[in-house]
């Protein structure tokens, strides 16, 4: 047998690789507190359930159109219309087996041998790996702690050379929460109509997950943008659907059809009963997606200050996502070595830094995506641990 080479530089998501050993300690018998994986701990409410199984029953069982049965598009449209106040055509919309799928199809799109990309670092793993996989150089921006993981907009307008032909940007985001404002998005936007060959990939998935006042400015809002933008977006964490394999985004009109190309290729369409309850999630009653936002904000209220109560730890308030992102330095551990103890030693699972890029090195990333009785029980045993 032999593998193709750029396998290679295929990388992972180490996230999963945690849940599997949590899994397995507690197969032994190990209790373990799951702050590892990111994914809400809530149920998918009731009635987009239905509209699923409603659809199985009315005989929903054929293929759909590559990009989405237009119904969904246009509810897309309208979620679109009425959270960002922009208008988008259904047709630049191209519904796919959920966020990770608009990233791979941009990204190979975009990348080849002798292209970079930008993306961000410490951020999601898969962006990284898969411009790997295209034969394009991974080039990072650099989120700081400083900044609170805002996104320098100078930063990433420095780092732009002839190659450069993606940007992947990520707000609010994974793995840090850190939520970058309209300034700098405002900026990076002005600076790009100096590279009008370049384009963005911005990864909204988190955008309804916000704290503490903080507003979403979306790509789309920017028009001069919009034949430049590829807004990655989905149901997986609003609606607390990650097992259904369902997203979206908005391409430009040039290329969706490359985007639908590429769909019919790999997955021909999303399982058509899916979809009929991502139209379910985005007409129906709301008050579930803002009573679990409510819930994520007060356990944010609870992790912050308790991490911050932890011998060699500090760490700044995320603005977004459900993600809190600690400087653990002051351990005098590495993050591979503190998420491994953390596991073994007082059973909690949490991710190293360095599973999201180099620059995440001295940095563990805590999900607290957990009732707060978990994270307090997390947060007490970390710190018994860490007395000693
Ligand atoms: N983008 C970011 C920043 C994420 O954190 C995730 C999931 O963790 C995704 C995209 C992928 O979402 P999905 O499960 O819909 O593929």
Known sequence: MQLAKNLERLGTETAFEVLARAAALER?????????????????????????????????????????????????????????????????????????????????????????????DPGFPIYKSVIEYSGAKAVPIRLREENEYAFSAEEVLAGITPKTRLIIINSPANPTGGATPKSEMDKL?????????????????????????RSHTSMLQYESMRERTIMLDGWSKTYAMTGWRLGFAVWPKSIAGTATRLAINCHSCVNAPTQFAGIAALEGPQDQVREMV?????????????????????????????????????????????????????????????????????YIRFSYANSVENIERAVEKIRELLRD
Do not use: W
Request: charge should be negative; charged fraction near 20%.
């Open 28 to 120: 032994e018998g190990k209790e373990i507190i799951n702050l590892g994986i990111g994914q809400p701990d809530f149920k998918t409410p009731e009635h987009i359930v239905e509209a699923a199984i409603k659809a199985l029953r009315d005989g929903h069982h054929g293929y759909t159109p590559a990009n989405g049965i237009l119904e969904l598009r246009e509810a897309v449209a309208a979620d679109l219309h009425k959270r960002h106040g922009v208008d988008v055509d259904p047709e630049c919309v191209v519904v796919v087996p959920g966020g990770k799928v608009t990233m791979f199809f941009a990204i190979l799109m975009f990348g080849e041998a002798g292209a970079e990309i930008m993306y961000p």
């Open 189 to 213: 936007v002005e600076g790009l109509q100096a590279h009008p060959d370049v384009m963005v990939l911005s990864d909204e998935i988190y955008s309804q997950m916000l704290y503490g006042g």
């Open 294 to 362: 409510a819930a994520f904000d007060a356990r944010r209220k609870v992790i912050v200050p308790a991490l911050n109560q932890i011998p060699g730890f500090t760490c700044v308030d995320p603005g977004g996502a459900f993600y809190a992102f600690p400087n653990i330095t002051g351990t005098g551990m590495s993050a591979r070595a503190l998420q491994d103890k953390l596991l073994t030693e007082a059973g909690v699972a949490t991710v190293a830094g360095t599973s999201f890029g180099s620059y995440g090195e001295g």
